[in-house]
C-alpha cells in the first residue's frame, strides 16, 4: 500500500522561508513521479514542482515560483523530496499537497494522472 506523507507547513512572514518534506512509502521501484500541488481557497489546483525520482531523474519547478522554490531528492532517505520555499508572498498561501504517479519514466502536472496523494499540509504566509 503506497501512502505518502507531508510535513514542514506552518505559517510564516512574508520574506520568510519554509521546507515541506514528503515521504512515499510502500514503493520499492526505480523511480516515480514526485510533485507536489497547491490549492488556496477558491482557486484551482496548481502544479508547483516535480520530480522523478531514479538516478539522473528530470527536476522541474513552475515558472510562477521557479525564482523562490526548489525542489530536490533526500539522498539518505529513499522516496523522500523537499520542496525549498523562498521568499514566502502571502500568494503562496495554500494547502500543499504531494503526489505520485508510478507508471513510468516521466513526469508532468496533469493532477488527474497522479494516482497517490498525501493529506496535505498548510502553508500561510501573512504581510
Known amino acids: 500500500q503506497v501512502s505518502l506523507v507531508e510535513s514542514g507547513g506552518g505559517s510564516e512572514q512574508a520574506g520568510g522561508s519554509l521546507r515541506l518534506s514528503c515521504t512515499m512509502s510502500?514503493?520499492?521501484?526505480?523511480?516515480?513521479?514526485m510533485a507536489w500541488f497547491r490549492q488556496a481557497p477558491g482557486k484551482k489546483r496548481e502544479g508547483v514542482a516535480y520530480?522523478?525520482?531514479?538516478?539522473?531523474?528530470?527536476?522541474?519547478v513552475a515558472d510562477s515560483v521557479k525564482d523562490r522554490f526548489s525542489l530536490y531528492k533526500d539522498n539518505a532517505v529513499k522516496n523522500t523530496v523537499h520542496l525549498q520555499m523562498r521568499s514566502l508572498k502571502s500568494e503562496d498561501s495554500a494547502m500543499y499537497y504531494c503526489?505520485?504517479?508510478?507508471?513510468?519514466?516521466?513526469?508532468?502536472?496533469?493532477?488527474?494522472?497522479?494516482?497517490?496523494w498525501g493529506q496535505g499540509t498548510q502553508v500561510v504566509v501573512s504581510n
Open positions: 520530480i522523478y525520482t531514479a538516478l539522473g531523474g528530470r527536476t522541474h
Open positions: 503526489a505520485a504517479d508510478l507508471s513510468g519514466p516521466k513526469c508532468y502536472y496533469q493532477d488527474y494522472l497522479f494516482g497517490y
Open positions: 510502500g514503493f520499492s521501484g526505480e523511480g516515480a513521479c
